[in-house]
């Protein structure tokens, strides 16, 4: 007993003495890594080491990159068994197996080697892929691991990983999301692939498919048509006797990029870190809607973003429970208008769909070899198969995928793409047909009468060519302050196309008004749908504002921006021509309770992240510095996936080179979101639209308009409203409770800490842009704010009658000020 004693002394001893000194990329037997080392890989950008999450003392072995200043994780090795004090060692054990231990050689976490024979010199090394291995010094092949890290994902996917299953082994790779951004144990929410009928790639909330990217065809996946060749990276599906998985390479190596599982959001997420501006930019999201959650309309129903409702029955399907439909509840699905006998087989077809999200395919079959007709024979023959399609889309298509039972977690992506071929009635086919050729007929008829009409205006629209190319010619000659520009490489619409495109600027097309003047839906010949900004001819915003707009934006390109289509000036018409946003803006969404629960928190903050992304364009990445002069609620448009676009940029200014603010006797914008320096002194910088930003972030979370805010204590504005909130210790009371369920609390508080250090009363203490997206993509500490300028009622009525009678308006509308003298 006491040479046991000895030997665990002396075992203990040597754990103590023989660990590594200064950052290697590897230990031996012999060394551990013990609290304070690191390994570091050869290139520098991966380290392993000891951390704590947060505050928090538990100490967990993980891999992060060294050299980002933002900490960020991306394996942990005990993350369900932290160590609980500063006493982790690392080494390698007798049996040629990776432990970590305490002081006390308590094992809290170990990797077993894959071979059973003894290896005399092993090594742990950490990878320059991020990959920490364990093999043998000795082998001549670098590659044969006895274990590594790749193979046991946390839940980031780094390039060169696997996601998928060693069917040899019956290992599989599957990334699962922390339990929340201070806890790495693993949470519920996972990504993987799914064996059961035709692979497919998912992802799940514990054992529930929660949103499915679908099956491989050969170009991509079926539910996942963003995954297309791109600058970042490659990817690339294999499927085998051996393995089946998905992986992805970068194609630059200058390019950092990871894809994480965040479980807060519930949401898979692919980052790329943007050097300059020291921060990981989101590139990519899953879900991007509702119409991804995993068969959100039931079996057979068509999830189509955008229409309303958004479940629609597939042709020649009705839905099972009209009552049920009636009030939203699709889970029920549709069934066949016509249902099928099996005995009478002679009646049945198929109806193609195209652009269609391919089913769910867990219970299908495949066959490589057989064409699109043999498939279609095959099915036909079994009365249990529901639908046909080609398995592999290169080509023009081969291979035959069928489906049995129920067609479940369908959405429409386009009318045009992959076709899938449904099993129904000839009779409900024909009546399908006859349709159709109704449809034609009509199509054929408003064609001739519309060839007649446009040979009538072919004359009309020739003479107004020179004179639109001259009003061209002026309108770019024209420069009163601005310097001289590069010519605009922008389409000038004749007005006869935009009159028929707004039927005549009808009032049933009419989205709304602001100070330019009336903005209108309109269709142009191609289908193309366009917003059409009009001039009013009282309209306080005049040919310069119209002209500083087309200037402006015509060149910008970003996600965040609305893109400019072209402009008309002709006559004493002056219109801008916009991409239509079918949500319209963010304003008829946050102030309206009921269309509020649209946005939950998830939402929310993806749209506070774009609107941070695009003024951070405007202010550092565009051709110019950009100051917008007028962000708010009403000029943020939402596309059909509620992704956000800054728009109207007739109050905009730009500035060159170095100049980081400007003064104007003109003081422009709307009130409640100015800037008490911009309002009074007519002092304007990147930092006056922080201020319009961090109050707009006020009424994305709480639901209220900054202006019109009513309170009872002291008649405070929602920014003084925030503030008591804050120095009570309770803002997030400040939460619009139409969302309360679904908000983030971590998230949320985060959010209202920086739209109070945006809206701070100095210029100089509020954070740029660029620091703005930093804090909302990380997690590190943020600066306490100082007391925002939430008293410029009080500033104004202080000061003389002059400046009290131009803010006499209740309304949105942008106003212009005159400052005196």
Not at 319 to 324: F, L, M, T, V
Not at 417 to 433: H, T, V
Not at 499 to 519: D, H, P, Q, R
Not at 644 to 663: C, L
Request: proline letters at 4%; a neutral charge; charged letters at 25%.
């Amino acid at each position: 007993m006491k040479n046991l004693c000895l030997v665990f002394v002396f075992t203990k001893t040597l754990l103590f003495f023989f660990h590594i000194s200064s950052a290697a990329d590897s230990i031996s037997r012999f060394q551990s890594l013990s609290e304070g080392k690191t390994l570091v890989s050869e290139d520098g950008y991966f380290e392993l080491g000891f951390f704590s999450p947060a505050s928090f003392a538990n100490r967990y072995l993980g891999i992060w990159y060294k050299h980002i200043p933002v900490k960020t994780v991306v394996w942990v090795a005990n993350g369900a068994n932290p160590v609980k004090d500063n006493s982790s060692i690392l080494h390698i054990n007798s049996e040629g197996n990776l432990v970590l231990v305490n002081h006390d050689l308590i094992v809290f976490w170990s990797a077993e080697s894959r071979k059973k024979v003894l290896v005399l010199n092993p090594i742990v090394q950490l990878l320059n892929s991020g990959n920490l291995v364990l093999r043998d010094e000795r082998d001549e092949d670098p590659e044969n691991y006895m274990w590594q890290s790749f193979d046991y994902p946390s839940d980031t996917l780094l390039p060169g990983m696997k996601l998928g299953w060693d069917l040899k082994t019956g290992l599989e790779w599957r990334v699962s999301s922390w339990k929340n951004w201070d806890d790495p144990s693993p949470g519920d929410f996972s990504w993987g692939i799914s064996l059961e009928g035709f692979p497919q790639i998912i992802m799940w909330k514990g054992s529930k498919e929660y949103y499915r990217g679908g099956s491989w065809n050969g170009l991509g996946f079926t539910g996942a048509p963003e995954l297309k060749n791109n600058p970042v990276f490659e990817f690339k599906f294999v499927s085998n006797k051996d393995e089946v998985y998905y992986t992805y390479n970068l194609r630059n190596k200058s390019i950092i990029s990871r894809i994480v599982m965040n479980q807060t959001i519930s949401t898979r997420q692919r980052y790329i870190w943007i050097e300059e501006a020291q921060s990981w930019r989101l590139y990519a999201s899953v879900p991007r809607d509702n119409c991804d959650s995993y068969n959100l309309c039931g079996p057979y129903g068509n999830c189509i973003v955008g229409d309303s409702p958004v479940c629609q029955c597939l042709e020649g399907f009705k839905p099972r429970s009209q009552g049920n439909w009636d009030t939203m509840d699709w889970t029920t699905g549709c069934l066949l208008t016509e249902q099928l006998s099996c005995e009478d087989r002679s009646k049945h077809g198929f109806l193609k769909f195209s652009g269609l999200k391919y089913p769910d395919t867990s219970h299908s079959w495949v066959n490589e070899s057989m064409n699109l007709n043999e498939c279609r024979v095959r099915c036909l023959e079994n009365c249990s198969c529901k639908a046909y399609a080609n398995s592999d889309m290169r080509g023009g298509g081969s291979g035959c995928l069928m489906w049995f039972g129920d067609l479940k977690d369908i959405r429409q992506f386009s009318r045009s793409g992959p076709d899938l071929y449904i099993r129904m009635k000839i009779s409900e086919l024909a009546l399908k047909e006859k349709h159709k050729n109704k449809v034609v007929a009509i199509i054929i008829m408003i064609s001739s009468v519309l060839m007649v009409i446009l040979a009538l205006l072919y004359v009309v629209k020739r003479m107004k060519k020179l004179r639109a190319n001259e009003t061209e010619r002026n309108l770019m000659a024209e420069n009163n302050d601005e310097g001289d520009r590069e010519d605009l490489e922008l389409p000038f619409f004749d007005l006869a196309t935009i009159i028929k495109a707004t039927n005549g600027f009808s009032i049933n097309n009419k989205l709304g008004e602001g100070g330019f003047g009336a903005v209108y839906m309109g269709t142009l010949p191609d289908g193309q749908e366009i917003a059409v900004k009009r001039l009013s001819q009282c309209s306080g915003q005049g040919f310069n504002e119209f002209k500083n707009e087309v200037i402006l934006i015509a060149k910008l390109q970003h996600r965040n921006l609305v893109k400019l289509l072209g402009c008309c000036n002709e006559g004493e018409e002056k219109m801008l021509i916009y991409e239509y946003m079918p949500n319209k803006s963010l304003d008829s969404f946050i102030f309206d309770h009921a269309k509020g629960k649209v946005l939950d928190w998830s939402k929310r903050f993806n749209i506070i992240c774009g609107i941070a992304r695009g003024l951070l364009y405007l202010h550092q990445d565009s051709r110019l510095r950009i100051i917008h002069r007028d962000l708010k609620a009403s000029n943020v448009l939402l596309d059909n996936e509620l992704n956000p676009k800054i728009s109207d940029f007739g109050m905009a200014r730009t500035f060159g080179g170095d100049q980081t603010e400007g003064n104007t006797r003109r003081v422009v914008g709307t009130y409640g979101y100015m800037a008490p320096e911009y309002a009074i002194h007519g002092l304007f910088s990147v930092k006056s639209d922080v201020f319009s930003f961090g109050v707009l972030l006020l009424e994305i979370i709480s639901g209220k308009k900054n202006r019109g805010f009513s309170n009872s204590n002291n008649n405070i504005d929602l920014i003084g409203h925030a503030w008591r909130f804050w120095t009570e210790r309770r803002p997030l009371d400040l939460i619009d409770s139409c969302m309360e369920n679904s908000s983030v609390l971590s998230e949320a508080l985060r959010c209202i800490h920086i739209s109070l250090l945006c809206v701070q009363q100095h210029p100089e203490d509020r954070p740029s842009m660029s620091t703005v997206v930093v804090m909302l993509s990380s997690e590190g500490a943020l600066p306490q704010p100082k007391e925002p300028a939430f008293l410029m009622e009080k500033y104004f009525l202080e000061g003389d009658s002059s400046k009290k009678q131009k803010f006499s308006s209740t309304n949105e509308i942008s106003l212009t000020m005159l400052e005196p003298r």
